[in-house]
């Protein structure tokens, strides 16, 4: 494991890296030296980013979708529903941090200009709520390094409202396209609904893990 960044109903979900066997779950919320690169990387500068996060290692950054990443941002009820199903049922999530009520799940390039038709043409796509895209020519604020929530849904000593569930760890992490999050969304819709069918993708997985293991996805 990487040391913490030293700073002060739809189509089949496509195949992610095979998950790791079940064991200890991983440190999740803490972003690493290379996870700091990898978010830099979406700016022009990096190397200007990185330097204020190292002067400012508690002021948090807005970053530009689209070339790094696509952001897809929904109310956090639901997003933690959504994180349930992605981690319980399926592949995992790429990074995810919680903003002002909302939760930002990192996405790849691409997911936000397709992700809006695909809940179009849904059955479940009306009962999704409030769900922002923001890809190629959109910002959005992303938590400081060294923000860190509680993935397991405890409560850490000290809880801010911008903080990383799923922190960046790796300079190339995986990100779920837009048929793995059209796929979560329309898991969480028919979980909030009562009438969820829990079908994993993944049968024989650790169902009653509740910190969601970064290993799974390498």
């Given at each position: 494991?990487?040391?913490?960044?030293?700073?002060?109903?739809?189509?089949p979900?496509p195949?992610?890296?095979?998950?790791?066997?079940?064991?200890?779950?991983?440190?999740?919320?803490?972003?690493?030296?290379?996870?700091?690169?990898?978010?830099?990387?979406?700016e022009?500068?990096?190397?200007?980013?990185?330097?204020?996060?190292?002067?400012?290692?508690?002021?948090?950054?807005?970053?530009?979708?689209?070339?790094?990443?696509?952001?897809?941002?929904?109310?956090?009820?639901?997003?933690?529903?959504?994180?349930?199903?992605?981690?319980?049922?399926?592949?995992?999530?790429?990074?995810?941090?919680a903003?002002?009520?909302?939760?930002?799940?990192?996405?790849?390039?691409g997911?936000?200009?397709?992700?809006?038709?695909?809940?179009?043409?849904?059955?479940?796509?009306?009962a999704v709520?409030?769900?922002?895209?923001?890809?190629?020519?959109?910002?959005?604020?992303?938590?400081?390094?060294?923000?860190?929530?509680?993935?397991?849904?405890?409560?850490?000593?000290?809880?801010?409202?911008?903080?990383?569930?799923?922190?960046?760890?790796?300079r190339?992490?995986?990100?779920?396209?837009?048929?793995?999050?059209?796929?979560?969304?329309v898991?969480?819709?028919?979980?909030?609904?009562?009438?969820?069918?829990?079908?994993s993708?993944?049968p024989?997985?650790?169902?009653d893990?509740?910190?969601?293991?970064?290993?799974?996805?390498?």
């Amino acid at each position: 494991m990487n040391s913490s960044l030293s700073l002060h109903g739809p189509s089949p979900v496509p195949a992610a890296p095979d998950p790791a066997p079940a064991g200890p779950a991983r440190d999740a919320c803490h972003v690493t030296a290379d996870g700091a690169a990898w978010l830099a990387s979406a700016e022009t500068y990096p190397l200007s980013a990185l330097t204020l996060w190292r002067t400012r290692p508690s002021a948090p950054a807005v970053l530009p979708c689209g070339s790094a990443f696509d952001v897809v941002s929904v109310p956090a009820v639901f997003g933690r529903r959504m994180l349930d199903r992605l981690w319980e049922e399926g592949p995992g999530s790429g990074p995810v941090a919680a903003h002002r009520g909302r939760m930002l799940l990192f996405a790849s390039p691409g997911t936000a200009q397709r992700l809006p038709s695909l809940l179009e043409w849904e059955e479940w796509g009306p009962a999704v709520p409030s769900v922002l895209c923001h890809g190629t020519g959109d910002a959005v604020t992303v938590p400081p390094p060294t923000a860190c929530g509680a993935p397991d849904g405890g409560t850490p000593v000290h809880r801010p409202a911008s903080r990383w569930l799923v922190a960046p760890d790796t300079r190339h992490p995986w990100l779920p396209g837009p048929e793995v999050m059209l796929w979560a969304c329309v898991r969480a819709a028919r979980a909030a609904a009562g009438s969820a069918v829990r079908i994993s993708i993944f049968p024989g997985g650790d169902q009653d893990a509740n910190v969601y293991d970064v290993s799974r996805r390498r």
